[in-house]
Structure formats: structure tokens, C-alpha cells
């Protein structure tokens, strides 16, 4: 069994900072790559930041310069440190985790969390 917990999400004003957290837990060999997705009413889920096995970091175009994904490989998770926080970013953001299970490579998803950026 494995899941993806997620904390932090919460409501912000313009400007500010939030940090999201997703640690991956049960029985899985390996991670191949962490990230998060966010999806605004009316649009389509997107990706805002991924880190893979290997350290490399993608980014969305809107979110570069304001965000940082990280990793904790001991405890298996990703944070996403969100600066200069602007009302486009309010979402809900998923974890996505891409992991080795017994013998196959799936996905898992977190629950979500809302991220609200309003004065």
C-alpha cells in the first residue's frame, strides 16, 4: 500500500510565501521523480514543478524564480517552496509521485490542497 500525504496548503495573501510538503509512504522499491500539479477552476491540471532521481528540476514557465522544489531523500519527500505568491497561483495543488512498485512503475496522487492567494 502506498500513499502520498500533503500538508500545508492554506489561504495567503499577494506576496507572501507558502511551502507544501508530500511524503511518500508504504512499500515501494524506488522513486523515479516527485512533483506537484495544480489545477484552477475551469482549467486544466498543470505541472508546476518536478524533481526526478537523478536532481534535475522542471518548471513551469509562470512559476520560475518564485518556486523551488526540493527533496529529503531519508524521509522520502518533496516540499515546494512557493515566494512572491501572485492570486493566479490559488489552485488546487497535487502530489505526484512516480514510483517502482513491486515490479512495475506507477503513479500515485495525493488528496490535494488548496492553495488560496487573495488580500
Known amino acids: 500500500q502506498v500513499q502520498l500525504v500533503e500538508s500545508g496548503g492554506g489561504l495567503v495573501q499577494p506576496g507572501g510565501s507558502l511551502r507544501l510538503s508530500c511524503a511518500a509512504s508504504?512499500?515501494?522499491?524506488?522513486?523515479?521523480?516527485m512533483g506537484w500539479y495544480r489545477q484552477a477552476p475551469g482549467k486544466q491540471r498543470e505541472l508546476v514543478a518536478v524533481?526526478?532521481?537523478?536532481?534535475?528540476?522542471n518548471y513551469a514557465d509562470s512559476v520560475k524564480g518564485r518556486f523551488t522544489i526540493s527533496r529529503d531523500n531519508a524521509k522520502n519527500t518533496v516540499y515546494l517552496q512557493m515566494n512572491s505568491l501572485k492570486p493566479e497561483d490559488t489552485a488546487v495543488y497535487y502530489c505526484?509521485?512516480?514510483?517502482?512498485?513491486?515490479?512495475?512503475?506507477?503513479?500515485?496522487w495525493g488528496q490535494g490542497t488548496q492553495v488560496t492567494v487573495s488580500s
Open positions: 505526484n509521485a512516480d514510483l517502482l512498485v513491486d515490479t512495475m512503475r506507477r503513479t500515485y
Open positions: 508504504g512499500r515501494f522499491f524506488s522513486i523515479y521523480a
Open positions: 524533481i526526478n532521481s537523478g536532481g534535475r528540476t
